[in-house]
Structures are given as structure tokens and as C-alpha cells.
Nanobody, 125 residues
Framework: QVQLVESGGGSVQTGGSLRLSCAAS????????MAWFRQAPGKEREGVAT???????AYADSVKGRFAISQDNAKNTLYLEMNNLKPDDTAVYYC???????????????????WGQGTQVTVSS
């Protein structure tokens, strides 16, 4: 019903910046909350940020002050601006959506209905 396609990943040096995009299509319902997750090899999936259609957002402590989540509803696109990147940010980044509010909370991945395929972010020293 819903397709999410991430893009913008790549390799960057420590301290660099990267902007991820997630294009959504094929909605059968109105998306209420969208989110970014990441997963490094051998580690659990980690919530990065959420944003509701009213603009309310939430961030993981590890990325606060460095990452910014935003959306362009007219373009059905979600963004993640990543600044001052660190090697620990290296992971596959996924976007996800659900038809309920996140309400300023970083929800677990199981709460989200649709997922993209992921885009690799590699931060080197």
C-alpha cells in the first residue's frame, strides 16, 4: 500500500554532514508520524527521530543537537539532516511511517507499519 524509498546515504569523514531523503508513495491512508531508524552491524535497531504531521518531533539523545528531522508534505518526502557526523553514526538508515501520532515520543520500531529499504551511511576518521 505504501512505498518508502530512502536516498542520500554515502561515505563522509568525521565532522561532515549528510542529508537523507525518504520519498513516500502509494498511500492508502494519511501518514501521521514518520520516523528515522538506524541499525549498525551486530547491533539492535535504534530509533533516531520522529515527526508528526503537526511538526512535533523527538530525537534520540545520541543525535540531539546534530540531526534534524523535517518533512515536505507537498512532496511526500521526509528528510534527516545530519551534521557533525561521528563514526558511531555509521549504520543503515531506514525511514518508517504509521497512521497514529508519535506525540513527541521516540517510539519502538514495532509501532510502525511501513518501512523503506534503507540507505547506508558510513562515517570514517
Amino acid at each position: 500500500q505504501v512505498q518508502l524509498v530512502e536516498s542520500g546515504g554515502g561515505s563522509v569523514q568525521t565532522g561532515g554532514s549528510l542529508r537523507l531523503s525518504c520519498a513516500a508513495s502509494g498511500y492508502s491512508y494519511s501518514s501521521v508520524c514518520m520516523a528515522w531508524f538506524r541499525q549498525a552491524p551486530g547491533k539492535e535497531r535504534e530509533g533516531v527521530a520522529t515527526i508528526d504531521i503537526d511538526g512535533r518531533s523527538a530525537y534520540a539523545d545520541s543525535v540531539k543537537g546534530r540531526f534534524a528531522i523535517s518533512q515536505d508534505n507537498a512532496k511526500n518526502t521526509l528528510y534527516l539532516e545530519m551534521n557533525n557526523l561521528k563514526p558511531d553514526d555509521t549504520a543503515v538508515y531506514y525511514c518508517a511511517t504509521r497512521n497514529l501520532y508519535c506525540s513527541g515520543t521516540l517510539l519502538a520500531g514495532g509501532r510502525f507499519r511501513y518501512w523503506g529499504q534503507g540507505t547506508q551511511v558510513t562515517v570514517s576518521s
